[in-house]
């Protein structure tokens, strides 16, 4: 446990300097589980400009975020009961499809480039290449101006610059606060 807090106050840190080195219009936490394996994840985030009118009254807003991320692999290198955990850093640009009032409903995606601290061997899924795509999907809730929830789909691959190349997929909750 104490392993724990000491890699999140690291990746707590590295998202704070992340920050610092760009404007920065919000903030995120994020967790999640997949085949065999938790993702804890920090990020920061700033608004591509301003959002641009869509379909029926809805806007299409765009922001890019800065990352870091613990995943904590609980069958590594195939053993059961065998736990490990590697970092990973990314660049995410982001769409996401809104209404044009404040709060409500909103459907987003995202791809972006992340560099995982070592190669992902975990339960039979063992990746050949620290780079990897991060792709996004999820439906969230906007509560108000500040405050929104997004419940994703995330898949982490390296679209076969090598093989193998096992998708690294996982169900995930993003909690965001904007300033």
Known sequence: MKKYFKNMLALLTLTAISGAACAVDSISVEAGEGNMASIY??????????????????????????????????????????????TDLGFTPALRW???????????????????????????????TQFQFGDHAGLGYQFDKNIN?????????NADIKKPNPAINFVMLKFTYAF
């Not at 700033?46 to 990352?67: C, P, Q, R, W």
Request: net charge positive; hydrophobic share 35%.
């Open 98 to 128: 809104q209404g044009t009032k404040q709060q409500g409903w909103y459907a987003e995606i995202g791809v972006g480039l992340n560099y995982m601290s070592e190669k992902y061997e975990n339960n039979r899924r063992n990746a050949s």
């Open 41 to 86: 994840k920090l990020g920061v985030q700033n608004a591509f400009g301003s959002n641009i009118a869509f379909i029926n009254n809805t806007d299409l807003a765009a922001y890019y975020e800065f990352s870091v991320a613990q995943i904590e692999e609980q069958k590594y290198r195939n053993i059961d009961g065998r736990s490990h955990s590697l």
């Open 149 to 157: 929830l997004l419940l994703k789909f995330q898949h982490y691959s």
